[in-house]
């Protein structure tokens, strides 16, 4: 199976998690914050340490990766840099790695941002655009983003 890629591996995050390590996937999931690794740990994920707010933090994490999940619709406003130049600086980053799709939940330009990156660089990209307040409908329609993209 593939490993994937949680950036943002919050409630929603770690539901995706258990979902596609029941799935058989191997699962990197990702937190600003070393004290809530356990939690991602928890699901069975294997838990990460890094900043999206810096890219570089991220690019270990990258290894061994097939797909990544940008979870990180809800960091808007004063994060809106992870929808705009972050967002953009990561898939510049990408290229040269092995992964091979990315699921993106929008917010602010992003969207056109990561539609340009799947344009320039042929990025196999799938994006969420499901209530994230439905949280069957999501996690069913993050699962299958993500299932869409391994058979591309």
Known sequence: MARVLIVGCGCRGQALARELIAAGHAVRGTTRDPAKADAIAAT???????????????????????????????????NAELHGGRLRMLFEKIVDTPVRGVVYEPAGEGAAI???????????????????????????????????????
């Open 114 to 152: 990561a539609r340009a990156a799947q344009a320039t660089w042929q990025i196999p990209l799938e994006v969420l655009t499901l209530d994230p307040t439905d949280d069957v409908a999501w996690l069913a329609g993050a699962h299958a983003a993500v299932g869409r993209l391994l058979t591309a």
């Open 44 to 78: 069975g994920a294997e838990p990460y340490v890094g900043d999206p707010d810096r890219i570089a933090t991220l690019m270990e994490a990258l290894a061994g990766t097939t797909i990544v999940c940008w979870l990180l619709a809800s960091a808007a406003g004063e």
